[in-house]
C-alpha cells in the first residue's frame, strides 16, 4: 500500500473542482459534503490514487450566493484547469454554473438540484440524487399521496414558497400533483427571500383552513416558519413539504419538539429501511471526523450523497481508464454504480428514472439532544413504499404526536 501511495504521489494529481457554501445560509451543507467529499479523495489516495495517480481537491466558497458563481467556475476550469467539475449544494447554485460548464464540454455531477437539466438538456449532466424522470413533477408527489392516505380524504391544499428558482419548480409540481388529485388550492403565495416575519402568512394560511399545508423553502424560511406555525398554532390536518433545513443536526437540535409532526423531505435517515451495503460504516468514519471538524455531526442529509458522488466518479474513471469528458459522459450512461446509498443508474437527461425522495416524519422529539436523531423510530419514512418505516400520524393540529 505504500508502495503504491509513494509511486502515485509521483505522478501529476487529477484535480477535481467545485465550489461550495462555506459560509451564508447553506455553510452547515456545505461544510458537511465538502468533508465527505475529501473523505472519499483521502481514502482513495491512501489506497494508490485514481490510475495510479493522486487526486486533488479545488474548492472555491460561493458564499450561498449564486451570483457569484459562474466566475468560480470559469476560474476552476480557465485557470486551475481542473480534470473534473463537481457542482455545489443546491440548486440556486448549479444553475447559475451549467452555462459556463457547457460553454466548455465538461461533464458535471451535481449534488441536490432540482429539475436543473430541464432548462439545459445537456448531455453531460448527471445528478447523484435519484429524483425521477420529471423531477419537478416528482418531488412533492410523494408528499401529496401520503396526504391522501388519511381518512377521510383531505380536499383542500395551501402553498407557499420562496421566491427562488428551488421553492418556485417544487411549488410548480405541487400545483400539478394537487389538480392529478382532485385538491383544491386554497392560498397560493410566494415570499420574497428573506423574509423574516412568517406570522402574516400562516395567519393568511389559517384563513383559508386548508386541511393540507405544503410548504417549499431555504433553511433560514424554514426555521422561521416552524417557529410561526408552532406560535400560532397551525389548525391543518398535515403540514410539511420541501422544508430544506429540517434535515440539518444544528437545526434538529435547536428546534426539538416543535419538529413533532411535520412531514418533511430527506435523502437519508436511520430507519431499518435504508441499511445499504456500507452506509453505516461510512457514518461511522464521518462521524468522527465531523466532530474535530466542527461539521453537521450527523452527516445523514448531504454526506452519504457527496461521498456517493465521488464513487461514481472513482468507478467511471476506473472503468474508463479515461478523463476525457465525452467517454466518460457515454459511459455514465450506460454503466449501474454500486454506492453507499444504493445502485445508481442514470437515465437519458442524467437523472436516476426512479426517484427516491423520502417523505419523512417527525415523531417522539423530546428536547434538543442531538443523539435522540441516530435512534429508528425518530424519523419514520412515510414514501416511497420501497422505504416505508411507518404510517402517517394525523391531526397535525392535535400535538400528539
Given at each position: ?53 493522486p487526486?486533488?481537491l ?16 470559469s ?103 394537487a ?139 476506473s472503468?474508463?481508464?479515461s ?25 437519458p ?36 413504499p ?5 404510517d ?10
Open positions: 500500500l505504500l508502495a503504491a501511495a509513494a509511486a502515485a504521489a509521483e505522478e501529476e494529481p487529477i484535480t477535481i473542482g467545485m465550489g461550495m457554501a462555506l459560509t451564508g445560509p447553506l455553510a452547515g451543507t456545505g461544510k458537511a459534503s465538502l468533508l465527505a467529499t475529501q473523505m472519499w479523495i483521502d481514502e482513495t489516495n491512501a489506497a494508490g490514487g485514481l490510475l495510479g495517480r487526486v486533488k479545488v474548492t472555491y466558497d460561493d458564499q450561498s450566493n449564486p451570483a457569484g458563481v459562474p466566475g468560480l467556475y476560474k476552476l476550469i480557465d485557470v486551475d484547469k481542473v480534470d473534473i467539475v463537481l457542482s455545489g449544494y443546491a440548486t440556486n447554485m448549479i444553475a447559475p454554473a451549467m452555462p459556463i460548464v457547457m460553454q466548455h464540454g465538461m461533464m458535471f455531477l451535481g449534488l441536490y438540484g432540482l429539475a436543473v437539466n430541464r432548462q439545459f438538456h445537456y448531455d453531460r449532466y448527471f445528478h447523484v440524487v435519484p429524483a425521477g424522470d420529471d423531477p419537478g413533477i416528482d418531488f412533492s408527489r410523494g408528499f401529496l399521496d401520503v396526504a391522501m392516505t388519511m381518512t377521510p380524504k383531505p380536499k383542500t391544499l395551501a402553498i407557499v414558497g420562496a421566491d427562488a428558482e428551488y421553492p418556485q419548480i417544487a411549488t410548480s409540481g405541487a400545483r400539478i400533483n389538480k392529478k388529485r382532485g385538491l383544491e388550492v386554497v392560498y397560493d403565495q410566494k415570499y420574497p427571500p428573506g423574509t423574516v416575519d412568517f406570522a402574516p402568512i400562516v395567519r393568511a394560511i389559517q384563513a383559508a383552513n386548508p386541511d393540507v399545508v405544503y410548504v417549499a423553502s431555504y433553511p433560514a424560511d424554514s426555521v422561521g416558519m416552524v417557529h410561526a406555525v408552532r406560535e400560532l398554532r397551525l389548525k391543518a390536518r398535515m403540514f410539511g413539504g420541501g422544508l430544506i433545513g429540517l434535515q440539518y443536526a444544528a437545526l434538529k437540535q435547536q428546534l426539538g419538539a416543535q419538529l413533532n409532526g411535520i412531514v418533511y423531505f430527506d435523502t437519508y435517515v436511520p430507519e431499518p429501511t435504508m441499511d445499504f451495503p456500507g452506509i453505516k460504516e461510512f457514518l461511522g468514519r464521518y462521524q468522527a471526523r465531523a466532530v474535530r471538524a466542527g461539521v453537521d455531526p450527523l452527516g445523514f442529509y448531504t454526506p452519504p450523497y457527496a461521498y456517493a458522488r465521488m464513487q461514481v466518479l472513482g468507478a467511471a474513471v472503468a474508463t481508464k478523463l476525457d469528458q465525452q467517454v466518460l459522459a457515454e459511459y455514465m450512461h450506460k454503466a449501474v454504480f454500486q454506492t453507499i446509498i444504493g445502485d445508481v443508474k442514470f437515465g437527461s442524467g437523472e436516476q428514472p426512479e426517484p427516491r425522495n423520502l417523505w419523512v416524519q417527525y415523531r417522539g422529539i423530546t428536547g434538543n439532544d442531538i443523539e435522540q436523531f441516530k435512534q429508528a423510530g425518530k424519523q419514520v419514512i412515510l414514501f416511497p420501497r422505504y416505508k418505516s411507518g402517517l400520524h394525523y391531526p397535525f393540529a392535535s400535538g400528539d404526536q
